[in-house]
C-alpha cells in the first residue's frame, strides 16, 4: 500500500524515508496497550502523528499528481522527522516494556512506577515533532510556491513565443 504512492519517485531517499514514515505512524497509532494508549493521549502525540501521516500522504500524492521530484529540503525534513518519529516509536516500546514489568510486582499499587523518564522523554519528543511538523509545512509551502512561479514563467515565456511568432506571420504576410 505504501509501495504504490511512492512508485512514480526516483528519489530513494525520499521514497524510503516516506515509508519509514508511514510504517512507524502505523506502529504508534495501533499500540493496543492501554495503559499506553492513556500515556501518550494525555500528551497528545497519536493525533499529533496522524496529522504527520496525512500531511506526508498529501505531500506524496500533490507530487505525485504534479510529477514533481521532491527537492533536497523536502527530503531533510522528513528524513528529520522520520528520525523523531522513530524516536517516540522506541520510547513507547520501552514505555509498554516498564508498564509490563511494573504490573509483575508484588504490591505494585504501593510501588511507585518507574516510567516517567520515558513520559518525559515523550514529551520532549512531541515539541519536537511538532517543531518538525511545522517545518515540513513551511518547506511544502515554499517548494509549492517556487514549482508555482515556475509554471507561471513557463506560461509566461510560451504566451511571449507565441506571441512572437504571430509577429511574425504578420510580417510575412504584410510584405508579400
Known sequence: MISAL???F?????????KKILNKVIEIVNEKDQDVIEITNSIDINSKIELVETLVR?????LKNDHLAPNASLEIILL????????????????????DYHKTLWFRSFRSTN????????KENKILLDARMNDLIKIAQLFKTIKNEEKIKEKNIEEKNIEEKNIEEKNKLSTS
Open 10 to 18: 526516483e528519489s530513494h531517499l525520499f521514497v524510503e524515508t516516506s
Open 115 to 122: 516510567y516517567s523518564i520515558i513520559i518525559e522523554s515523550l
Open 58 to 62: 498529501d505531500i506524496i500524492n500533490e
Open 80 to 99: 528529520q522527522l522520520s528520525n523523531i518519529l522513530n524516536t517516540i516509536h522506541n520510547n513507547t516500546i520501552e514505555l509498554k516494556k516498564r508498564i
Open 6 to 8: 511512492l512508485i512514480p
